[in-house]
C-alpha cells in the first residue's frame, strides 16, 4: 500500500511537471468603423488583456537585440491596403543592463497595437497572423505564440472607443525627475552659470523697494525658469508625437547628430573655441527683460538661460534625449520641469537668504576646471551615441574593445589633468591640487584600472548599459571551449550557436540519430532568442564548472529555439495536431514539439531522454540553484545506466 501511495505521487509530480500550457494573455481584435465606405481610411486595433505578472514585448525596438518583438502580417488582397505601419500605443520602456545590454519596449495589463488601411472594395477582406513572447516576472518563463485574425464587410465588428489611457508610470516618472534634478545640479556649476548666482539675486534685491518685493521677485524669477523649461519639454512631445519620438531616438541619423554636437561641445570646453548665440538675439530679449513687471521678470529668466547656452546645452540636451527615449508628453514635461527645478532653487534660496551670499567660494580657475572635467565626461558620452548607430547598421566601427579603449585614454587623460600633468590654455598656473581634485583624481584611475580588463573580455557588468554588446568583442581571451558530443556537423550551426564554447545540434532528430550511435542521453534544452531566464541561467549556472564537464562530456546536446523566424523549405512544413496550424519555421516546430510532447510552453525548459527517446527523470525549468540543476544531471545519468525510464 506505501508503495502504490508512493507511486502515486511519483505520478502527480510528473503530470505537474508537464501540465504547465499557459497563455496568460487574451486578443480582442477589431475595426474601427462597423461598415466603412470604400476610400476610408479605417484603423484595425490590436487589444492585448495581459495577466497580472506578466508583460507583452512590442514592436518597436531592435529586433536583434535579443527579446522576441511583436510582429503582424497581413495577408495582401486587393480589397484593401495598408497606410503606414503598426503603431504600438503608449508601451513602457526600459534598459537592460544584465542580459541584453540595450532598450526595449513592453506592455504590462493591456496592450494597443494599431494599423491604418484604406478599403478598396466593399466587400473587403483582410486577415493575417501575429507573432509574440509573453514573460513572467515572478518566474521568469517566456512563452512564444502564434495567432491569426480575420476580419472583413461580412463580420460585425463593434465601434471602437476613444484611444485608451496610457497606464500611469509612478516609479517611471519619479527617475526621471530625480536624474533630470540632479542634471540641474550639474548645470549650476558651469562657469557659465555659477558667477551669475549672486549677480542676478543682487540686482532684484538692489531695484526692490524692501527685502520682501525682493523674495516675490526671486520667487516669481525662479517659477518663470521652471515654466520656460517645462514648456519646452511639454512642446517637443507634443510636436514630434510618441512613435515619432521612439523612431527619432534609435534613429542613426539623430544618433549622429547628437554625436557630434557632444564632440563639438567637448571642444568648446576644452578651450578650442567659444560658442555663444547671436548677439542680437540676447539683446532683443535682454530690452524686454528691462521693461519690469512680471513680463520682464520672465525675460530676465530667458536672458539668463540664453546667455548660458554654450554651458547648459549639453546638459539640458542630455535632459532632452530622455525626454525622446520616453516618448510621452508627461515623461517630457517631467525631465524638464526637474531640470529647471535644480536650476531656480539657488536665486530664489539665496534672494531669501541674501547673506548666504557671503559664503559663496569665488569664482576663478576651479570653475574652468569644472568645464575641462565635463569636456572629458561629454566626450566618453559622445561614443555611446556613436555606438547606438554603429549597431544598428552593423558597420563594425565601434566595436566593444575599441569602445573600452577609447575609454580608457578619454579617462586617462582626465586622471593626467586632475592631479596637474596636462593643462590647457585656459588653465590657471599653479603647482598645488586640492584634495577634492586629489581624491577625483584616484577614482578616476581607479576607474581606467577597472576598464582594463575589459579588453580581453571581462564582462565589466556594472558598465553593460554603456558598452557595446559581448558579442560584438573580437579579442575575447576569457571565452572557455568547453566541447561537447556530435557526430556529424550540425543543421543551422551558421546562426544559432551554444555558450560558453558548448558543442551540440540544434535539430532533434540530428541529436537523437547522435545519441543512438554514442550511447549517451539526449539533454534537451528549450531555449529563446528573447528569453531573460535562459540567459540568465546560461551565466548564472551552466558557467559553473561541475555544470559545464558534465554538459560536455556526459549528453547529446540539443538546443531548440522556439522563437527563430528561419523560415524552413516547403516541404518541410506540416499541420500541427495541437492547434492545426501549418508551422513554417524552426521556432514554430520547435514550440509545436514542446507542447505537443511535453504539454508545455514555457522557457527555459530542460529535458533529458535516453536513446529511445524515453523520459530519464522529470524535466526541470527555471531554477539557479547550481547545486540542484548538478543534482538533475547526475539524476539522469545514474537513471541512464540503470536503464530505469519514467
Not at 499557459?22 to 480582442?28: A, D, M, V
Request: proline share 4%; net charge negative.
Amino acid at each position: 500500500m506505501k508503495k502504490l501511495f508512493l507511486s502515486f505521487v511519483f505520478a502527480t509530480m510528473v503530470l505537474g511537471a508537464f501540465s504547465q500550457v499557459l497563455k496568460p494573455i487574451s486578443w480582442k481584435v477589431e475595426l474601427s468603423e462597423v461598415q466603412p465606405n470604400v476610400g476610408d481610411e479605417i484603423e484595425i486595433r490590436f487589444k492585448a488583456k495581459i495577466e497580472k505578472d506578466w508583460y507583452l514585448y512590442s514592436t518597436d525596438f531592435d529586433p536583434d537585440l535579443g527579446p522576441m518583438v511583436t510582429e503582424f502580417n497581413f495577408e495582401t488582397n486587393d480589397t484593401y491596403e495598408l497606410v503606414g505601419e503598426i503603431e504600438p500605443i503608449n508601451p513602457s520602456r526600459t534598459y537592460d543592463s544584465a542580459i541584453w545590454m540595450g532598450e526595449y519596449t513592453y506592455f504590462k495589463k493591456e496592450g494597443l497595437f494599431i494599423q491604418k488601411v484604406k478599403i478598396l472594395n466593399e466587400d473587403f477582406s483582410i486577415s493575417g497572423n501575429y507573432t509574440y513572447q509573453v514573460c513572467s516576472d515572478i518566474d521568469g518563463k517566456c512563452i512564444p505564440f502564434d495567432d491569426e485574425f480575420s476580419l472583413g464587410s461580412k463580420k460585425k465588428a463593434s465601434g471602437l472607443k476613444k484611444k485608451a489611457e496610457p497606464e500611469e508610470q509612478t516609479g517611471s516618472l519619479w527617475s526621471i525627475l530625480i536624474t533630470a534634478f540632479l542634471a540641474g545640479l550639474v548645470a549650476l556649476l558651469t562657469p557659465c552659470v555659477y558667477p551669475m548666482i549672486p549677480i542676478t539675486v543682487s540686482i532684484f534685491l538692489k531695484q526692490s523697494k524692501s527685502r520682501k518685493e525682493g523674495v516675490g521677485k526671486a520667487l516669481i524669477y525662479g517659477l518663470s525658469i521652471i515654466v520656460f523649461f517645462s514648456l519646452l519639454g511639454f512642446l517637443i512631445s507634443l510636436i514630434w508625437g510618441f512613435t515619432a519620438l521612439n523612431e527619432l531616438s534609435t534613429h542613426w541619423l539623430f544618433n549622429l547628430i547628437i554625436f557630434s554636437v557632444f564632440v563639438l561641445f567637448a571642444l568648446s570646453f576644452f578651450g578650442l573655441f567659444e560658442i555663444t548665440l547671436p548677439s542680437g538675439l540676447v539683446t532683443k530679449i535682454d530690452r524686454q527683460a528691462d521693461r519690469g513687471g512680471l513680463i520682464g521678470i520672465f525675460f530676465m529668466a530667458i536672458t539668463l538661460v540664453l546667455v548660458s547656452f554654450s554651458c547648459t546645452f549639453p546638459i539640458v540636451g542630455t535632459a532632452l534625449i530622455n525626454t525622446l527615449s520616453g516618448g510621452s508628453i508627461i515623461e517630457g514635461t517631467t525631465a524638464m520641469f526637474g531640470f529647471s527645478l535644480a536650476f531656480a532653487i539657488p536665486f530664489t534660496g539665496f534672494a531669501i537668504f541674501p547673506t548666504w551670499l557671503k559664503s559663496m567660494p569665488e569664482s576663478g580657475g576651479w570653475l574652468n576646471s569644472v568645464k575641462v572635467v565635463l569636456g572629458f565626461l561629454e566626450l566618453a558620452l559622445a561614443l555611446k551615441f556613436l555606438s547606438v548607430a554603429d549597431l544598428a547598421y552593423h558597420w563594425g566601427l565601434l566595436d566593444r574593445e575599441v569602445f573600452i579603449a577609447l575609454w580608457i585614454a578619454i579617462f586617462g587623460l582626465l586622471g593626467l589633468y586632475l592631479i596637474g600633468k596636462l593643462k590647457l590654455k585656459s588653465d590657471t598656473d599653479s603647482d598645488k591640487i586640492s584634495v577634492a581634485r586629489l581624491m577625483l583624481a584616484v577614482c578616476t584611475f581607479s576607474f581606467v584600472i577597472a576598464l582594463i580588463p575589459g579588453l580581453w573580455g571581462a564582462p565589466l557588468k556594472s558598465l553593460s548599459g554603456f558598452l557595446p554588446p559581448m558579442s560584438t568583442h573580437n579579442f575575447n581571451l576569457l571565452q572557455e571551449e568547453a566541447g561537447g558530443n556530435t557526430c556529424e556537423e550540425p543543421k543551422y550551426n551558421d546562426i544559432l550557436e551554444w555558450p560558453h564554447g558548448l558543442q551540440g545540434y540544434f535539430d532533434y532528430d540530428q541529436a537523437v540519430a547522435c545519441a543512438k550511435e554514442q550511447g549517451k542521453p539526449i539533454f534537451i534544452d528549450f531555449t529563446g532568442h528573447g528569453c531573460v531566464n535562459c540567459r540568465e541561467m546560461e551565466q548564472r549556472v551552466w558557467s559553473d564548472p561541475a555544470v559545464l564537464k558534465r554538459l560536455s562530456e556526459n549528453f547529446v546536446l540539443v538546443a531548440l529555439y522556439v522563437d527563430d523566424r528561419t523560415k524552413l523549405s516547403e516541404s518541410e512544413w506540416y499541420s500541427s495536431t495541437y492547434d492545426g496550424k501549418t508551422k513554417k519555421t524552426i521556432g514554430q516546430q520547435n514550440a509545436d514539439f514542446q507542447i505537443t510532447r511535453f504539454n508545455n510552453n514555457a522557457q527555459p525548459f530542460y529535458v533529458i531522454l535516453n536513446e529511445d527517446e524515453k523520459l530519464l527523470i522529470p524535466p526541470k525549468a527555471y531554477d539557479l540553484d547550481i547545486s540542484a540543476f548538478v543534482d538533475f544531471l547526475d539524476k539522469a545519468l545514474e537513471n541512464h545506466r540503470k536503464n530505469a525510464v519514467l
